[in-house]
């Protein structure tokens, strides 16, 4: 309001008072499409778009993109179209906190940041913080951090001894397309043959089928799939890539982002991320 009446004192005394009326007009008409494409006007009287936030209160819907591929994180029950896992209670918990219906949408790894920036989805479920995702969104405060490791059958695991007896010819590394493992492996593994299935299918779906020798992923998935399956981490081989996980939302939505990191912070105090964990064996 400050910065409006500046304005038109400026105008004043720029037009004689008829061409003053005309501009005040325009400059009414200006704002008034502006609030319905629902940009509004800062202190500084700078526009600035509608804030995620914003539309979540007015809309009373959170909604959240998930793969529903990443046990434990997010598993979808394809009989009953439902989700379950670390993410899904924590952003049940976010949604309650907010006071919003929550709604999941669906999406995939090569997506999972087009799905941000295109406004499909407000927040995204757990994902790794890595440059190329920097890029184009935003990042939560992280919560949790994952180390990565080689796994096989465990009839097969026996052939390999660390990181480097996989990247041999002959060897086949499965890994799913749009994944941090996905850059990972062929930066790895550049004599080995890579082998890219894409979602739903997953690289550890080729060994677990005998078409394919190994896969890589995270130590908290491959805790999960040793109990499953019939699967193996690979001896001798460290830890590699260690990254921390957040959400994602989008960049420049920093009223949203301050929002999501403060409700991290207070869960963290609490010890929400520390029990969600404990309750999916991580």
């Given amino acids: 309001m400050f910065t409006q009446r500046i304005i038109e004192f400026l105008l004043q005394l720029m037009f004689v008072n008829g061409a003053y009326k005309k501009v005040r007009k325009i400059i009414k008409l200006v704002a008034a499409t502006m609030l319905t494409l629902g940009v509004s006007w800062g202190v500084t009287g700078v526009a600035h778009a ?27 029950d394809p009989a009953t179209n439902t989700y379950k896992g670390f993410d899904i209670d924590v952003m049940t ?21 087009n799905g941000v920036t295109a406004g499909k989805y407000h927040i995204t479920g757990s994902a790794s913080i890595s440059p190329a995702r920097m890029k184009a969104a935003g990042f939560s405060e992280s919560y949790l951090a994952v ?18 007896s996989i990247n041999q010819p002959g060897v086949k590394v499965a890994t799913t397309l749009g994944t941090t493992f996905e850059k990972h492996a062929r930066e790895w593994f550049p004599n080995a043959e890579i082998k890219v299935v894409e979602a739903p299918a997953r ?3 080729e060994v677990v089928a005998g078409r394919a020798d190994v896969f890589i992923t995270s130590n908290i998935e491959g805790a999960t799939l040793k109990e499953k399956f019939d699967i193996a981490q690979v001896a001798g081989a460290d830890a590699r890539a260690p990254a921390p996980i957040a959400m994602l939302l989008p960049q420049g939505d920093q009223v949203w982002i301050n929002y999501v990191n403060n409700w991290v912070k207070l869960k963290k105090l609490k010890g929400f991320f520390d029990d969600t964990g404990s309750t999916w064996g991580m």
């Fill in 147 to 164: 180390e990565i490791y080689p796994f096989a059958m465990k009839d097969n695991a026996s052939k390999f001894d660390g990181w480097d």
């Fill in 203 to 205: 690289g550890f779906n």
């Fill in 50 to 76: 509608q804030s995620a936030l914003e539309d979540i209160l007015s809309s009373g819907k959170l909604k959240v993109g998930t793969t529903g591929d990443w046990n434990p994180m997010t598993v979808k």
């Fill in 93 to 113: 918990e976010l949604a309650k906190d907010l006071d919003v219906e929550l709604e999941f949408v669906p999406t995939d790894w090569k997506t999972l940041v």
